[in-house]
């Protein structure tokens, strides 16, 4: 079956502009993860869904950044206010659910100029 | 301290030797394990996950676990060119409530070690 997608896969941005990123998951997949890795990094974890639950946000670098997942299915990460160190590769991952494998989407690499 | 730390590497090994990654993590209360490949300008994949003490093979992978030390490794054989790649430690807790609400098991990930395997 088809696996996590994401769009677009490149993204290049003045320093100040918003930006939307946006995740398909594996169909029927109820959690759903959002990563950002820096150049040489690991991954450093953003947010959180599962099922109808209150998102784990914990994540979150600043109050630039925030996420929704619209009818338990498609995810949109928003960065408000850009800035060069929001540089990154972000990926989103989705699981059947809790305590198993997370699958990962391609990625979309944002620069911010 | 880190909650998952590996060694960064580069861990070089020539072609057909036993390529030997390590991992320790911090939560006790931590439950899976999961080992991920990542080659360059990819994304991570799945290679193998372990939840109980001991060790788990499948095909050239060993994922070893040791819960009392805090430990999880995963042991390549026959290293090919191909295995050539970051290796990604991660860690799966169960379920912690907090103020700031429930958290499912979110996974944390080590830092990676590059492996590099040459003929």
């Known amino acids: 079956g088809a696996g996590v997608s994401q769009s677009p896969s490149n993204k290049v941005t003045e320093k100040g502009k918003d930006v939307e990123l946006r995740c398909d998951p594996i169909s029927g997949h109820t959690a759903l993860y959002w990563y950002r890795q820096s150049l040489g990094q690991g991954l450093e974890f953003l947010i959180y869904f599962q099922g109808n639950s209150a998102p784990d946000k914990s994540g979150l670098p600043s109050d630039r950044f925030s996420a929704e997942r619209t009818g338990g299915s498609v995810s949109t990460l928003t960065i408000q206010r850009t800035q060069q160190e929001d540089s990154a590769v972000y990926l989103c991952?989705?699981?059947?659910?809790?305590?198993?494998?997370?699958?990962f989407g391609p990625g979309t690499r944002l620069l911010v100029l | 301290q880190k909650e998952v730390e590996q060694n960064s590497g580069p861990l070089s090994v020539p072609e057909g030797a036993i390529a030997s990654l390590n991992c320790t993590y911090s939560?006790?209360?931590?439950?899976?394990f999961f080992w991920y490949r990542q080659y360059s300008g990819k994304s991570p994949e799945l290679i193998m996950f372990?939840?109980?003490?001991g060790d788990k093979e499948d095909g050239r992978f060993t994922a070893q676990l040791n819960k009392a030390s805090q430990y999880v490794s995963l042991l390549i054989r026959d290293s090919q060119p191909s295995d050539s790649a970051t290796y990604l430690c991660?860690?799966?807790?169960?379920?912690?409530?907090?103020?700031?609400?429930?958290?499912?098991?979110?996974?944390?990930f080590g830092q990676g070690t590059i492996l590099t395997v040459h003929p």
């Open positions: 991952a989705s699981s059947p659910g809790t305590q198993e494998t997370q699958y």
């Open positions: 939560d006790r209360g931590s439950q899976s």
């Open positions: 372990i939840y109980s003490n």
């Open positions: 991660a860690v799966n807790t169960f379920p912690r409530t907090n103020a700031g609400g429930t958290s499912y098991g979110k996974l944390t």
